[in-house]
């Protein structure tokens, strides 16, 4: 495993945070620049009511000019190593089969996904 971005690891750092961290993440499927403004700040809102740190991948974050509020447990940016997210530290899941596919993978941490 590569380092990935210093500055993740320590956003993300169990010193940083002791409750762990989410990724939030649609992939490809949906493009949240389409997203209504509403959807975008309920999401912003209800993460910062999270104890976790919260890493969002979000292709053309950065030239949103309008993505406002932004809580102090969230980091926005346009790619995030997966691999190296999932692989950093222990996560946490209530889901059995999201940890059956997650041990699948060499990770050896439970994730959880939407089925679509």
């Known amino acids: 495993m590569y380092h990935f971005l210093q500055g ?26 389409n997203a209504p403004e ?13 104890k976790q740190r919260v890493l969002i991948k979000w292709t053309g974050a950065r ?8 809580p102090k447990n969230v980091w926005i940016d346009d790619w995030f190593s997966q ?8 996560m946490q899941n209530e889901s059995q089969m999201s940890f059956v596919k997650g041990q699948f993978r060499h990770w ?3 994730f959880s996904g939407l089925n679509t």
């Open 8 to 33: 993740v690891e320590k956003f993300i750092s169990k010193s940083a945070s002791p409750d762990g961290f989410i990724y939030f993440s649609f992939g490809s499927l949906i493009d949240l620049n």
């Open 38 to 50: 509403d959807l975008i700040q309920g999401l912003l809102s209800s993460f910062s009511k999270l």
């Open 63 to 70: 030239q949103k000019n309008n993505i406002r509020d932004i």
């Open 83 to 90: 691999q190296d997210v999932l692989g950093f530290m222990k």
């Open 108 to 110: 050896k941490q439970p």
